[in-house]
């Protein structure tokens, strides 16, 4: 089973998956649980650059799509062939939403991965107003970046939405508490 976790900044995303990966362990499932951008090479130069400074847009995508790549090829699909449970906190949704935000065309970047990802098996989209979402970030203490600003997380979360009604994905109000946002979760996957 494959299980993607996405949502606008200041969802919840990594403490959900992160939950659900144990539950599914304790019911004897094996699981891998990840994220994207990777720690690969592509991933890192990712991660680098939402610190230092952004690269150019293309650049930028095109790195996206060459750590999913890799991703894919050394972990998602090799898990998922042996039978594992991937769980991913972000993929090509979030660029659809985050490149879409500054311009690109969604369908484009969707079609561009899904020529070598697979789809999700579930697909959970963490959906919380950008008020909410911009009090979390705040709380955390980390450095805003620049996709961090009201307009831009509105931008992401119209695009994420837009996706509702894909039979694959689940809407969750991840405004209501850690645990009733659990609960929807473990609801919505199959039992095995």
């Known amino acids: ?10 969802t919840g ?12 362990r304790e019911q004897g499932r094996e699981v891998v649980l990840d994220f994207e951008p990777t720690r690969g090479p592509h991933g890192m130069k990712l991660r680098e650059s939402f610190t ?3 690269l150019p847009a293309e650049e930028e995508l095109a790195l996206f799509l060459a750590d999913r790549e890799e991703h ?3 972990v998602i699909a090799p898990s998922l062939a042996v039978g594992k449970v991937v769980i991913l906190d972000r993929y090509y ?13 969604p369908q484009e970047i969707r079609r561009r991965n899904e020529a070598f990802a697979p789809v999700p098996d579930l ?34 979360r119209g695009i994420f939405l837009s996706l ?26 199959p039992a095995v």
């Open 1 to 10: 089973m494959f299980i993607v976790i996405e949502g606008i900044d200041g």
């Open 13 to 24: 995303k990594s403490t959900q998956a992160a939950r659900l990966a144990e539950w599914l």
């Open 52 to 54: 230092a400074g952004r």
């Open 72 to 74: 894919v090829a050394q």
């Open 93 to 105: 949704f979030s660029n659809m939403a985050y490149q879409g935000a500054i311009g690109f065309d």
């Open 123 to 156: 697909l959970f989209i963490l959906d919380l107003d950008t008020d909410t979402a911009l009090a979390r970030i705040g709380g955390r203490g980390d450095e805003t970046n620049e996709f961090e600003k009201r307009e831009d997380l509105e931008r992401c």
């Open 164 to 189: 509702q009604n894909e039979p694959f994905v689940r809407v969750i109000d991840a405004s209501r508490s850690m645990d009733d946002v659990q609960e929807q979760l473990r609801r919505a996957v």
